[in-house]
């Protein structure tokens, strides 16, 4: 029997990289999922997952595609034990000197209504039946959600207001719904930048953070996406984890410990 035997699971941002990656240990571990992202996965991905995974397209940005995904869970699966809030976009490291008066705005609510208002939306859809189910929500935060240099300025603010949802749902929340949240480190996916940046084609995996992580990570290399997930499975199971609310999971390869070093050891 599986960690997540017979719970159901809404997660947005899962059609590809640590999202896909999450759903498919969550399945793997007895879990049925729903998924919400702009894009569907591939068809072999989907097939893989058979019906234990539904997709369904739509934009986080969105209360009315929460809703739905909600009630697919609830109309499939008869039930929602669990929100993992995983969709977001990052700003390559972009300063606020970097950034003129109009791109900064643009940037600034584009980043946030994805990455914060993203995440309340799904939760506040969820609440009622989390509520109902005595289930939980999990947050995939960043190490630039207690540290700076995780990202730019507009990034690190994101995910340190994503540090504070956290805390504070797990106070409105309690005792019947936990909230808590995994803080990755460096990570190799396809996670893509805001459009109004001019970043929506580049990706984390195009920058080589791979060529410099022994320099750079503590552990001495950048972990596979997959070696990400077992915190989401620690999280998610009822059994394992019952005192855990309000928490964040450093889960970055010593970062939050050590900070970011340049090559030549010098903090940066």
């Not at 797990?170 to 940046?197: F, H, K, M």
């Not at 022994?214 to 996406?225: F, K, L, N």
Request: some cysteine; hydrophobic content about 45%; proline content about 3%.
């Amino acid at each position: 029997m599986g960690r997540l035997e017979g719970q159901s699971v809404y997660l947005t941002g899962g059609a590809g990289g640590l999202g896909l990656a999450i759903v498919n240990r969550f399945v793997a571990e007895g879990a049925r999922c729903v998924v919400l992202d702009r894009s569907v996965p591939s068809q072999d991905a989907a097939l893989a997952l058979g019906g234990a995974a539904l997709f369904v397209e739509g934009d986080v940005r969105d209360a009315a595609a929460h809703k739905h995904a909600v009630e697919t869970a609830l109309a499939h699966f008869g039930k929602l034990d669990c929100f993992v809030g995983n969709a977001g976009v990052w700003d390559f490291n972009r300063s606020l000197r970097s950034l003129d008066a109009t791109t900064l705005e643009s940037g600034f609510h584009e980043l946030f209504d994805i990455n914060v208002l993203g995440y309340l939306l799904g939760a506040q859809a969820s609440i009622d039946a989390l509520t109902a189910s005595e289930g939980s929500m999990i947050f995939t935060l960043s190490n630039a959600a207690t540290m700076s240099n995780g990202g730019g300025v507009l990034y690190t603010a994101a995910k340190h207001a994503g540090h504070g949802i956290v805390r504070q749902l797990a106070y409105e929340l309690a005792p019947r719904v936990r909230v808590n949240a995994v803080a990755p480190g460096a990570i190799l996916t396809g996670l893509s930048g805001p459009a109004s940046l001019g970043l929506d084609d580049q990706t984390i995996r195009s920058l080589g953070f791979e060529t410099v992580a022994d320099q750079i990570v503590p552990i001495g290399r950048i972990p596979e996406i997959e070696e990400y997930v077992p915190a989401y499975v620690f999280l998610a199971a009822r059994d394992e984890n019952v005192p855990a609310t309000g928490m964040v999971l450093r889960y970055d390869g010593g970062l939050s410990v050590r900070g970011f070093l340049s090559a030549n050891g010098d903090g940066q």
